[in-house]
Nanobody
């Protein structure tokens, strides 16, 4: 059974940084595209970033481009999201997801973590 477990969320001031981690188990991690999504209260879940299975290609939502960086370590079954220059509007629950193709679409991912809360304060 595939499990994804996120960590690294918390409370940070605007302009600060956080690094999220997501550890996968029960799967051949290096075969999966990994994505990060987020969901703020009363909003739909939205795409943040994705990385190809070999880590060579990365994709970002326009809202985070230049501030966030997605990476992965296939030897550790882990995907990371480095978040810099955080803004109030980055406040959300952040989810990692595993899928078979690189896409921004929520429905294209097969497995999801439980999420980790990121709160940016002024």
């Amino acid at each position: 059974q595939v499990q994804l477990v996120e960590s690294g969320g918390g409370l940070v001031q605007a302009g600060g940084s956080l690094r999220l981690s997501c550890v996968a188990s029960g799967c051949t991690f290096s075969s999966y595209v990994m994505g990060w999504f987020r969901q703020a209260p009363v909003k739909e879940r939205e795409f943040v970033a994705a990385i190809s299975s070999n880590g060579i290609s990365t994709y970002y939502a326009d809202s985070v481009k230049g501030r966030f960086n997605i990476s992965r370590d296939n030897a550790k079954n882990t995907v990371y999201l480095q978040m810099n220059s955080l803004k109030l509007e980055d406040t959300a629950v952040y989810y990692c997801a595993a899928g078979g193709r690189t896409t921004y679409k929520v429905g294209e991912y097969d497995y999801w973590g439980q999420g980790t809360q990121v709160t940016v304060s002024s």
